[in-house]
């Protein structure tokens, strides 16, 4: 079984301050991480995933997210946040070489950045 | 590619009628998801195809939804009779089976049941 939790329903921060959405995970095996972002009206979009290799990987809109593999945690994270950085953020994990893809999501954080 | 395509983008419907939600994948994607979001239940997976075949329709709330993946370029998922708790956003999305790949999400169709 796998699965994700995403710890903050919520999150809170001031345009040009660092941000961070967590999530933590729990798979038997070696996981594969996403993070998907969500604006109103529209369907997700893919930011990054983490396969293997480095630990922090990089994405889309200038998100980072670093792979703990002792803290099972897959937080997503930008230097400097942008009003339009407000949004859903979703984390997923999929099994290392389950079939056919399907991956299983955390229940998404409301990002919203003030100016 | 024009992505995921999904129509219609909006339905409203009356309680106990058909409905049917179409999808379209991105040409050469092999996997096909079907999602369901709303506020209370969050994002939902439905029901997934590999290869046109039915994987895990786990997901699928009771006998009154059904879906169809005839080709790979065309998926259904249907309705009958339809019910107010239904409403809700429905989403589609693919992706390339082989390895690690992200999911494409389409722009989904908000339904309504009055």
């Known amino acids: 079984a796998q699965s994700v939790a995403q710890p903050e329903d919520q999150v809170n921060v001031a345009e040009g301050n660092p941000l961070t959405v967590k999530c933590t995970y729990s798979v038997s095996g070696n996981p594969y991480l996403f993070w998907y972002v969500q604006y109103p009206n529209r369907g997700l979009q893919f930011l990054l995933k983490?396969?293997?290799?480095?630990?922090l990987v990089k994405g889309s809109y200038g998100f980072e997210a670093e792979f703990n593999k002792s803290q099972t945690s897959f937080h997503l994270k930008k230097p400097s946040a942008l009003v339009s950085d407000s949004a859903l953020y979703f984390c997923a994990v999929r099994l290392y070489n389950t079939n056919a893809g399907k991956s299983t999501f955390g229940d998404g954080t409301t990002l919203t950045v003030k100016p | 590619d024009a992505g995921v395509i999904q129509s219609p983008r909006h339905e409203v419907t009356e309680m106990g009628q058909e409905v049917t939600l179409r999808c379209k994948p991105i040409s050469g994607h092999n996997s096909l998801f079907w999602y369901r979001q709303t506020m209370m239940r969050g994002l939902e997976l439905l029901i997934y195809f590999n290869n046109n075949v039915p994987i895990d329709d786990s997901g699928m709330p009771e006998d009154r939804f059904s879906a169809k993946m005839p080709n790979a370029s065309f998926s259904t998922l249907k309705i009958q009779p339809s019910e107010p708790r239904d409403s809700a956003v429905y989403f589609c999305?693919?992706?390339?089976?082989?390895?690690?790949?992200?999911?494409?999400f389409g722009p989904g169709t908000r339904l309504t049941v009055t």
């Open positions: 999305a693919s992706s390339l089976e082989q390895g690690v790949y992200e999911q494409y």
């Open positions: 983490y396969i293997t290799g480095d630990n």
